[in-house]
């Protein structure tokens, strides 16, 4: 068999709007599908079809992702600081949600919460955990290994879907 | 004639263009894009930003660090696992999405809550606000620009908080009563009003991503 192509064409099928321009450009018929997805094994990664798409639909993804930048303990620890901050600041909105009979007032902690996590979250992606498939996440797994056997069993899962990449 | 510039969304109010001098101004005056106080507001002063960064010393205190990834705890194993969880979604990946959804809540539930109050919070808003210098400049010896993103988005985001938190105190519960809350998605940026703005102020993403509080 030939080898496969760097980069195969992924339809977000939220967006696409079933009026088929990929259709017609495709030169192998990936396009063309019964799950209405592309077939990513005949796709031979040309992009015409992304090209083409007036929706912006297509993407096309790697095969393999590039391997993750690797971050200075310096910056990790840097950044760990200050998302561990937010952290405690969750902690406390969660008792004042618990002790609160104001439901605008919830309403607030909530916004400080969420506004909070998508904060540690982006911290986070920052410290090394921006790729599934990277060595970084691969231990960091592992690592949870062994205490909860419906949790082992949700980390085996990923540990065999997600490929190591670098 | 002077010019101002918001520090958490870039809107410049220029004193040649107003009716109203700046300086002149109410104190509760806001940001007309993304509701910072007047406090918020720095002079442009032009060419003086090359002086700046030349005055500037390095100053920034790094810490010691050990190589071995210390214990986690369960937030912040819930809120990693959010994350990557978020970039499987991007990744078109879902039930490597759902899994990693099931793992965060999982050790979120773990998670005790803590006593404290509105002083608490902001004691540690305000520190945080604070620490965002030092980290910029740990980052930018280490030459990081991603970190540099991350606490550039955080620190106004955190500022925007704090303002929140400073409202609410002094106005009370008449502040957010018939009113709706948003939080950018992305960013964290928290908006008080009936629409959000049309782009985020903070991050500049469209206003679909920036979530009603419910
Ligand atoms: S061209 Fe784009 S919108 Fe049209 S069917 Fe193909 S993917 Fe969908
Ligand atoms: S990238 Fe080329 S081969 Fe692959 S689906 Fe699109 S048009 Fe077809």
Redesign the interface.
């Known amino acids: 068999m030939k080898e496969k192509s760097e980069r195969y064409a992924?339809r977000?099928l939220k967006i696409c709007t079933k009026d088929c321009l990929c259709l017609f450009v495709c030169p192998t018929g990936a396009t063309d599908n019964e799950t209405g997805q592309i077939d990513f094994d005949k796709c031979i990664g040309c992009g015409s079809c992304a090209a083409s798409c007036p929706s912006k639909a297509i993407?096309m993804?790697p095969r393999v992702?590039p391997k993750q930048?690797v971050?200075?303990?310096?910056?990790?620890?840097?950044?760990?600081?200050?998302?561990?901050?937010?952290?405690?600041?969750?902690?406390?909105?969660?008792?004042?949600i618990?002790e609160s009979s104001?439901d605008?007032?919830k309403?607030?902690y909530?916004?400080?919460i969420?506004?909070?996590?998508?904060?540690?979250?982006?911290?986070?992606?920052?410290a090394g955990?921006?790729?599934?498939q990277s060595t970084n996440?691969n231990?960091?797994l592992k690592?949870?290994l062994g205490k909860?056997k419906e949790?082992d069993t949700?980390?085996n899962?990923?540990l065999s879907?997600?490929v190591v990449n670098d | 004639m002077r010019k101002y510039r918001c520090t958490i969304c870039g809107y410049i109010y220029d004193d040649a263009k107003e009716k109203v001098k700046f300086e002149d101004l109410p104190d509760d005056w806001k940001c007309p894009l993304c509701g910072a106080p007047k406090s918020l507001f720095e002079e442009v002063k032009d060419n003086d930003t090359s002086k700046k960064e030349a005055d500037k010393k390095d100053t920034s205190y790094?810490?010691e660090?050990d190589?071995d990834?210390r214990e986690?705890?369960n937030?912040?194993?819930s809120?990693?696992c959010?994350?990557?969880a978020?970039?499987?979604e991007k990744?078109?990946?879902e039930?490597?999405t759902n899994?990693?959804r099931?793992?965060s809540s999982?050790y979120e539930s773990l998670?005790?809550?803590?006593?404290?109050?509105?002083e608490?919070?902001i004691d540690?808003?305000t520190?945080?606000i604070n620490?965002?210098g030092n980290?910029m400049e740990?980052?930018s010896k280490?030459d990081?620009r991603?970190?540099k993103?991350?606490?550039n988005?955080?620190s106004k985001?955190?500022n925007i908080?704090k303002v929140?938190?400073d409202a609410?105190k002094e106005k009370g519960?008449d502040y957010?009563?018939n009113t709706k809350?948003?939080?950018?998605?992305?960013?964290?940026?928290?908006y008080i009003g009936d629409n959000p703005p049309k782009v985020c102020p903070v991050c500049r993403v469209p206003s679909f991503k920036i979530?009603e509080?419910?």
Do not use: P
Not at chain 1, 77 to 92: C, N, W
Not at chain 1, 114 to 126: A, M, P, Q, T, Y
Not at chain 2, 181 to 190: H, K, L, Q, R, T
């Open positions: 992924y977000d993407s993804l992702y930048k971050k200075d303990k310096h910056v990790i620890s840097e950044l760990f600081k200050l998302a561990d901050s937010k952290i405690e600041q969750i902690k406390i909105l969660k008792n004042m618990n104001n605008d007032e309403r607030l909530k916004a400080l969420h506004s909070n996590k998508v904060i540690i979250e982006d911290l986070f992606r920052e955990f921006m790729l599934s996440t231990k960091f690592s949870l909860d949790i949700i980390i899962k990923l879907k997600l | 790094v810490e660090v190589d990834l986690l705890s937030y912040e194993i809120l990693i959010s994350n990557l978020r970039g499987c990744q078109y990946l039930e490597e899994l990693f099931e793992l999982h998670e005790k809550s803590k006593e404290g109050n509105l608490d919070i540690m808003v520190s945080d620490n965002f980290s740990v980052f280490y990081d991603g970190a993103r991350v606490v988005w955080a985001s955190t908080m929140v938190i609410y519960i957010i009563k809350i948003w939080v950018c998605d992305i960013c964290g940026f928290i979530l509080v419910c």
